[in-house]
Nanobody, 121 residues
Framework: QVKVVESGGGLVQPGNSLRLSCAAS????????MAWYRQAPGMQRELVATITSGGTTNYADSVKGRFTISRDNAKNTMYLQMNSLKPEDTAIYYC???????????????WGQGTQVTVSS
């Protein structure tokens, strides 16, 4: 069974930083693209950043220059370093991975349960 768990959320003041982590099951056969999404109250879930297994990254325009996505393939872990946080960054942040769980499994999307980030003075 594939498990994806986010951590690192919390309450921070505008301008400060926060680092999110996403840990996927160690037993996963192969992980391809990993991504962070976020969903603010009353809004649709939106893509924040993606990173391929080779390290290629992409960012939403709203976070470019402030957020950095990275991953440790050996640990099946992904990170999101968030700097210069703004109140509009307040949302639940979700980890998404495209992975093959076992040698006989199809490629599937897996989601974490989310971690709350609140930016407020």
């Amino acid at each position: 069974q594939v498990k994806v768990v986010e951590s690192g959320g919390g309450l921070v003041q505008p301008g400060n930083s926060l680092r999110l982590s996403c840990a996927a099951s160690e037993s996963i056969f192969s992980i391809y693209t990993m991504a962070w999404y976020r969903q603010a109250p009353g809004m649709q879930r939106e893509l924040v950043a993606t990173i391929t297994s080779g390290g290629t990254t992409n960012y939403a325009d709203s976070v470019k220059g402030r957020f950095t996505i990275s991953r440790d393939n050996a640990k099946n872990t992904m990170y999101l370093q968030m700097n210069s946080l703004k109140p509009e960054d307040t949302a639940i942040y979700y980890c998404n991975i495209k992975a093959i769980a076992t040698m006989s499994s199809p490629l599937r999307n897996y989601w974490g349960q989310g971690t709350q980030v609140t930016v407020s003075s």
